[in-house]
Each structure stands twice: as C-alpha cells, then as structure tokens.
C-alpha cells in the first residue's frame, strides 16, 4: 500500500460521503449531545485543515487539524473506512499531523473522542502515540460520554 496524505475540500461528493458515514456512527452510538464531530462545513472553516489518506486515488480515511491558538492544536474527524482499518492508515495521518502540528509552532495537540468500546481501537492507537487523559479544554466541558486526551509535542 502506498498512502499518501493530502488536503482536500471536504465538500467534494466522495469526502462527504465518508463523512456521512462517520457523522451517523458516531450519532448511533453517543447521545446527541455527547457527538463532537464535525460536518462539512464546519470542517471549511479558516482555523481547520482537513486531509484524506488515499491509496492509489482510492480513499480511505481522513482528519483534521484546528487551530485552538498559537500553540495549541486539536485533532478533530479522524476516521478510516471500515475495510481499510488495521492497515496503518490513522497511524500514517496521525504521524503526518504531528509533523504538521510541529511545523506550526503548537507545543501541545488534544482531542475528544468517546468511552465506549466502540472507541477503544483509537484510545489504543492514540495512547501508542503518546497521548494521555487531560482535562476538558477548549470549550469542552465534562462529559460521561467523552474521554479527553493530550500530548505534549
């Protein structure tokens, strides 16, 4: 497999499609107002950067970046197609915001995601990588549903 990470609209049919995707699991399995992912347009806004991973064209996860401030990132819409899952694809967009987070100045990279054992692959991907509970930032505020975590760059 040769990934390869780019940024791109994520309004284009073939993103928003997977988004959708994403949007309705995570509604099927979080209350409403536990569910922190992002549409389309809200992933447009100045202060995110959004990136697919594709594999000769074909499209198999995407993410985002948002700015919090100058030193501060947060990591938002992580996701992979279910067939394209265990074979590096979170781990490659993982390692390519890190390297985009680093070249920004953010001393520090968070993000939110759900308890459930549903979310566990990612706690367990995200924990490989360093990250460790923290917190509510940003305008988060205490959730039973969300687990939030932090690493420090």
């Known amino acids: 497999m040769a990934l390869e990470v780019l940024v791109e609209d994520p309004s284009t049919s073939e993103i928003t499609e997977l988004l959708e995707i994403h949007l309705a699991f995570m509604r099927s399995i979080s209350p409403p107002e536990s569910v922190h992912a992002l549409d389309v347009e809200a992933l447009r806004a100045p202060e995110i950067t959004f990136w697919t991973v594709r594999d000769e064209g074909h499209l198999l996860g995407c993410g985002a970046l948002k700015e919090l401030n100058e030193g501060h990132g ?70 039973p549903h969300s687990i939030f975590m932090t690493r420090e760059l």
């Open 74 to 143: 947060e990591i938002k819409s992580m996701h992979s197609r279910e067939a394209a899952r265990g074979k590096g694809v979170a781990q490659k967009l993982l390692d390519h915001l890190f390297e985009e987070a680093r070249s920004r100045g953010y001393r520090r990279l968070s993000l939110e995601t759900g308890n459930t054992a549903h979310f566990f692959p990612a706690h367990r991907l995200y924990q490989r990588n360093g990250f460790g509970p923290s917190p509510p930032f940003a305008n988060y505020r205490e959730d």
